[in-house]
């Protein structure tokens, strides 16, 4: 099993920045890849950005790719998700998402979610 908690979500203007964080426990975090993902209001949840094991690779939705920066640090068991330029149309509650093998179709585990806002 492995538990996932984000946070660093929030309110935040048009064109601001914001870092969610993911902190897993459970089992061995580096033996699984991350992904973040997001949920507007009346809308089905879709993948944002993904991340494998150690790092080294990783792959974006084309709506976030240049805003977005997904990364990690195995040593600290943590996950993140560098927002910037952000937008209106980014606002959604953020899941992180942990999975077995990179580019999964489906992943194995979600965290509650954190709310992040933009406004206008």
């Known amino acids: 099993q492995v538990h996932l908690v984000e946070s660093g979500g929030g309110l935040v203007q048009a064109g601001g920045s914001l870092r969610l964080s993911c902190a897993a426990s459970?089992?061995?975090?580096?033996?699984?890849?991350m992904g973040w993902f997001r949920q507007a209001p009346g809308k089905e949840r879709e993948f944002v950005a993904g991340?494998?094991?150690?790092?080294?690779?990783?792959y974006y939705a084309d709506s976030v790719t240049g805003r977005f920066t997904i990364s990690r640090d195995n040593a600290k068991n943590t996950v993140y998700l560098q927002m910037n330029s952000l937008e209106p149309e980014d606002t959604a509650v953020y899941y992180c998402?942990?999975?077995?093998?990179?580019?999964?179709?489906?992943?194995?585990?979600w965290g509650q979610g954190t709310q992040v806002t933009v406004s206008s």
């Open positions: 459970g089992r061995t975090f580096s033996d699984y890849a």
């Open positions: 991340i494998s094991r150690f790092g080294g690779n990783t």
């Open positions: 998402a942990a999975a077995r093998v990179f580019r999964a179709r489906d992943y194995e585990y």
